[in-house]
């Protein structure tokens, strides 16, 4: 049927006009309270803080943000605590596989959502009680950079790459670094890895003097935001011109793609791991919605071609 004028503009009328219906538990707020597990410092999270903060003031959530400052004792604390206040829901980086099970079950077995963002157990759900988990899928990231390396930049059988790593143990450089070593490994290319830490200078140091203790290393590999940030410096202190990838977005890390300094980073969009927890705490508490797994690494890659459309929204959306 076609619609004159006069009759869509009378549709629109009686659109505008209806009540829309609404439940009482639209307006009721929501409370949940977001655990990253690093410090304010760290300005990764910067991202992460502003989807949260963005969804809180879209859904009407009471949104508390703490710093777990790398200690797993104090997260856990945070966790109990925000358990004891009665809080709807916790959005929580699960950055240890053993840490924080005992904590986020009993927030589970309280009746509070939890969601996983930015760093899972590695065994996914089945070695955490948390009901879903926003975030990259860091093993097969690392899988994807290694191979698009091997390719670009003709790694073969008996080669030597370095990948430092900022905590061996967290849970993002064991799936990430274990994503590069399987890729190398079915080459026959070895991967030496040293702790790099989360300062920038001292991270800067010691690959440094990794790279002019080992003049057969092919290719640099960072593994989370500090190695990716101070790598090309810390190749340009050394002396050596070997190709060099990486994870996260930083200005220094958009810099050294956009001159060639670095092949490409891989972005997990921060921003959705802050945005979606808190968007999905709400739906749940209200309406009793089922919260979901979300891969922010879709389309993570980021090289010299694509790193320019995203430099200007660094620190806020990306």
Same mark, same amino acid.
């Given at each position: 049927?076609?619609?004159?004028?006069?009759?869509?503009?009378?549709?629109?009328?009686?659109?505008?006009?209806?009540?829309?219906?609404?439940?009482?538990?639209?307006?009721?707020?929501?409370?949940?309270?977001?655990?990253?597990?690093?410090?304010?410092?760290?300005?990764?999270?910067?991202?992460? +803080?502003?989807?949260?903060? /963005?969804? =809180?003031? !879209?859904? $009407?959530?009471?949104?508390?943000?703490?710093? #777990? *400052?790398?200690?797993?004792?104090?997260?856990?604390?945070?966790?109990?605590?925000?358990?004891?206040?009665?809080?709807?829901?916790?959005?929580?980086?699960?950055?240890?596989?053993?840490?924080?099970?005992?904590?986020?079950?009993?927030?589970?077995?309280?009746?509070?959502?939890?969601?996983?963002?930015?760093?899972?157990?590695?065994?996914?759900?089945?070695?955490?009680?948390?009901?879903?988990?926003?975030?990259?899928?860091?093993?097969?990231?690392?899988?994807?950079?290694?191979?698009?390396?091997?390719?670009?930049?003709?790694?073969?059988?008996?080669?030597?790459?370095?990948?430092?790593?900022?905590?061996?143990?967290?849970?993002?450089?064991?799936?990430?670094?274990?994503?590069?070593?399987?890729?190398?490994?079915?080459?026959?290319?070895?991967?030496?890895? +040293?702790?790099?830490?989360? /300062?920038? =200078?001292? !991270?800067? $140091?010691?690959?440094?003097?990794?790279?002019? #203790? *080992?003049?057969?290393?092919?290719?640099?590999?960072?593994?989370?935001?500090?190695?990716?940030?101070?790598?090309?410096?810390?190749?340009?202190?050394?002396?050596?011109?070997?190709?060099?990838?990486?994870?996260?977005?930083?200005?220094?890390?958009?810099?050294?793609?956009?001159?060639?300094?670095?092949?490409?980073?891989?972005?997990?969009?921060?921003?959705?791991?802050?945005?979606?927890?808190?968007?999905?705490?709400?739906?749940?508490?209200?309406?009793?919605?089922?919260?979901?797994?979300?891969?922010?690494?879709?389309?993570?890659?980021?090289?010299?071609?694509?790193?320019?459309?995203?430099?200007?929204?660094?620190?806020?959306?990306?």
């Amino acid at each position: 049927m076609k619609l004159t004028k006069t009759t869509a503009a009378l549709l629109a009328g009686c659109a505008l006009a209806a009540p829309v219906a609404t439940l009482a538990q639209d307006q009721e707020p929501v409370s949940a309270t977001m655990i990253i597990y690093l410090d304010p410092s760290v300005q990764f999270f910067n991202p992460v +803080v502003k989807g949260a903060q /963005d969804a =809180a003031a !879209a859904f $009407n959530v009471d949104l508390d943000v703490q710093y #777990a *400052n790398n200690d797993p004792v104090r997260q856990n604390d945070l966790i109990d605590s925000a358990v004891a206040t009665g809080v709807n829901g916790i959005a929580v980086a699960i950055s240890s596989s053993d840490a924080f099970d005992d904590s986020i079950c009993n927030a589970v077995d309280a009746g509070i959502i939890v969601i996983g963002f930015n760093n899972d157990d590695l065994e996914g759900a089945d070695g955490n009680c948390r009901q879903a988990y926003v975030g990259m899928d860091e093993e097969a990231s690392g899988y994807e950079l290694g191979k698009r390396m091997i390719e670009a930049f003709d790694l073969k059988e008996g080669d030597v790459v370095f990948n430092p790593r900022e905590i061996p143990e967290a849970s993002f450089a064991v799936a990430r670094g274990g994503g590069i070593e399987r890729a190398m490994g079915e080459a026959g290319i070895t991967v030496e890895t +040293v702790r790099a830490g989360l /300062d920038p =200078a001292e !991270a800067q $140091n010691i690959m440094a003097q990794a790279l002019i #203790a *080992n003049p057969n290393i092919k290719a640099v590999f960072g593994t989370g935001s500090v190695t990716s940030t101070v790598g090309a410096g810390a190749i340009r202190d050394a002396g050596v011109e070997v190709p060099f990838g990486g994870f996260d977005l930083a200005v220094e890390i958009a810099d050294a793609v956009e001159s060639g300094a670095m092949f490409a980073t891989m972005d997990q969009q921060p921003y959705l791991q802050g945005y979606y927890p808190i968007a999905m705490i709400a739906m749940a508490a209200r309406y009793g919605l089922t919260p979901t797994d979300v891969d922010t690494g879709q389309g993570a890659f980021l090289d010299q071609d694509r790193i320019g459309a995203v430099k200007p929204l660094i620190g806020s959306y990306r």
